[in-house]
């Protein structure tokens, strides 16, 4: 991310994740895995858990194999928007794809939807509320995108969207900085961490079974017709197997792994604010993100600090690098806060794909045969792996075709085994298209 002066630390400053603090995540199954099940979900993040509930609620035999503790990939990591949006427009993905795109799109709105219905529906304690959500020009070139994308939002989708030009945005951001807006309604916030918890609880509750600390290192079809799912010295003969793994496929899904790059975001949080500064940086609460392809994306959380995220590099980089840089980048945007001290700094991993496209159905694994996945949800996950997660219980169950995403064509990331070597360079090229607005 390069060098950056140091961020200044709260005396209980820690490299560790907001949302995991006073929140208590289920226990896992005791005891051994059986050694027959009907379907396998490999990864107990969102996607997986809705998979498995949905699965169990059929009457299936479910397990969920989860290579670390519960509660602490990427499902936890994030920023808590929940965003009805993909990275291309109802427009563009029209052009691109014809009615299809007009599917996807629905899908997103669709996902959108379970969750509200999810949280109300079995009053989860998450901090939900329909924020709203706030795209903020970086350049003026993108102004005239955002006046497009009302238009998109009133007349293709019949949503609420309204553009703000540059006088107009000091009633929603305390910022100089930036050109336009764009302000949507339909876009939520949560905290992630009780939101998974919960629907840990629910999967748990309808009769499937999670273990942790199972990371599956096989699969491979076997005599019965089946699959013989292997994670350390467990083996588990399955009917079906649903990889719910994101950005963390590697070797038991080569084909799968080619497609998928799994990229640092970082967040920083800083102390409680006073209510007065928090507002002189968001007055009404919104969930505010740029149109940089190196995005910056920030919120208050539901306790009262300023939490905002990114990266500006597509280099490897730890958190202690990526908090000094954020914190910069947070003061370009909020001067206000110069005298604020972090107290949260943590990474995760992205799954971001080509095309910039959710993708699923099945992919091929060694020795041949398929098995179903869901992936690459880019940076919008908490709204889509939870949809996809759904999907998969009644797609495997027989009900209805694979999503819309399975029709996608999926294609690969150039070079994925040299990203190293290489992204660093693209990384660059990225920046300079942010200079110039494109």
């Not at 509320?129 to 994308?149: C, D, M």
């Not at 100089?176 to 949560?190: A, I």
Request: charged fraction near 20%.
């Amino acid at each position: 991310m390069g060098q950056a002066p140091p961020a200044p630390l709260g005396r209980d400053f820690s490299p560790s994740v907001l949302w995991h603090f006073g929140v208590e995540v289920p226990l896992a199954s005791a005891g051994d895995p059986p050694l027959e099940a009907d379907v396998v979900v490999v990864g107990a993040g969102y996607a997986g858990v809705r998979a498995a509930t949905g699965l169990a609620a059929r009457g299936k035999q479910v397990v969920v194999l989860e290579a670390d503790d519960l509660g602490t990939g990427a499902s936890t990591r994030n920023g808590g928007m929940v965003i009805p949006e993909l990275k291309a427009g109802p427009r563009a993905l029209a052009r691109r794809y014809g009615p299809l795109g007009r599917e996807l799109v629905d899908s997103v709105f669709s996902a959108v939807n379970l969750v509200e219905n999810l949280i109300a529906e079995n009053n989860i304690d998450c901090d939900y509320h329909r924020f709203g959500g706030l795209l903020l020009a970086h350049h003026r070139s993108q102004v005239a995108h955002l006046q497009e994308e009302v238009s998109e939002w009133r007349d293709d989708l019949g949503e609420e969207a309204q553009f703000l030009s540059r006088s107009e945005l000091s009633t929603e951001i305390g910022s100089d900085k930036y050109f336009g807006g764009l302000l949507v309604s339909r876009t939520g916030g949560l905290q992630p961490a009780k939101y998974h918890a919960a629907l840990v609880d629910l999967a748990l509750k309808a009769g499937a079974q999670i273990f942790d600390h199972k990371r599956v290192t096989s699969i491979a079809q076997d005599s019965r017709g089946g699959y013989q799912v292997k994670a350390g010295s467990t083996v588990i003969h399955a009917d079906e197997v649903f990889l719910a793994t994101n950005a963390y496929a590697d070797a038991i899904a080569p084909e799968l792994a080619k497609r998928v790059l799994p990229m640092g975001s970082f967040i920083i949080a800083t102390e409680v604010l006073d209510p007065e500064l928090a507002a002189s940086c968001i007055p009404n609460g919104r969930m505010v993100y740029d149109t940089k392809n190196f995005l910056f994306y920030w919120r208050i959380s539901p306790d009262g600090r300023m939490v905002f995220g990114g990266r500006t590099s597509l280099a490897t980089t730890t958190v202690a690098e990526a908090q000094d840089v954020l914190y910069q980048k947070l003061l370009s945007v909020h001067p206000q806060l110069v005298s604020t001290n972090l107290e949260y700094a943590w990474g995760g991993n992205v799954a971001i794909t080509f095309d910039r496209l959710p993708h699923c159905g099945r992919t091929p694994i060694p020795g041949g045969g398929s098995v179903a996945f869901a992936t690459g949800c880019n940076g919008t996950g908490v709204a889509l792996a939870t949809w996809f997660g759904d999907q998969a219980a009644s797609w495997l169950s027989g009900e209805i075709a694979p999503p819309p995403f399975s029709q996608l064509p999926f294609p690969k990331v150039p070079l994925v085994s040299l990203r190293n070597w290489y992204l660093p360079v693209v990384g660059q090229y990225f920046h300079w298209r942010d200079q110039i607005g494109r």
